[in-house]
C-alpha cells in the first residue's frame, strides 16, 4: 500500500523559506514521477512542481526561481525547497505520485497517489 506523508510546513514571515518534505513507504522514487500541489481556502487545487525519473523538472509560473523540487532515492523523500516566500504562497501543500509522467504536466488529473498535505502560512 502506498502512502505518502509531508512534513515541514509551517508559518514564516513573507522572504522566509521553507522546506517540505514527503516520505514515501510501498512506492520507489527512482522510478516515478512526483509533484507538489497545492490548496488555498475557497481556491481549486493547483500544480507547483513536478520531477520525472529523468530528473527533469516543471514548475508554475508563480514560484519559478524560488522554488526547488528534489528527491532522494536512496532515503525515497521529496523535497520542496522554498525560498522568499510570499503571502501568497499559504496553502496546503500536497505531495503526489505516479508511476510515470505520461504527459509532464502540472495536473491533478496526472496523479493518482496523495498525501494529507502539510500547511504553510505566509505572514505580510
Known amino acids: 500500500q502506498v502512502q505518502l506523508v509531508e512534513s515541514g510546513g509551517g508559518s514564516v514571515q513573507a522572504g522566509g523559506s521553507l522546506t517540505l518534505s514527503c516520505v514515501a513507504s510501498?512506492?520507489?522514487?527512482?522510478?516515478?514521477?512526483m509533484g507538489w500541489f497545492r490548496q488555498a481556502p475557497g481556491k481549486e487545487r493547483e500544480g507547483v512542481a513536478i520531477?520525472?525519473?529523468?530528473?527533469?523538472?516543471k514548475y508554475a509560473d508563480s514560484v519559478k526561481g524560488r522554488f526547488t523540487i528534489s528527491k532522494d532515492n536512496a532515503k525515497n523523500i521529496l523535497h520542496l525547497q522554498m525560498n522568499s516566500l510570499k503571502a501568497e504562497d499559504t496553502a496546503m501543500y500536497y505531495c503526489?505520485?505516479?508511476?510515470?509522467?505520461?504527459?509532464?504536466?502540472?495536473?491533478?488529473?496526472?496523479?493518482?497517489?496523495w498525501g494529507q498535505g502539510t500547511q504553510v502560512t505566509v505572514s505580510s
Open positions: 520531477l520525472n525519473n529523468g530528473g527533469f523538472t
Open positions: 503526489a505520485a505516479e508511476h510515470i509522467c505520461l504527459r509532464f504536466r502540472l495536473s491533478m488529473t496526472d496523479f493518482g497517489y
Open positions: 510501498g512506492w520507489t522514487y527512482s522510478s516515478s514521477c
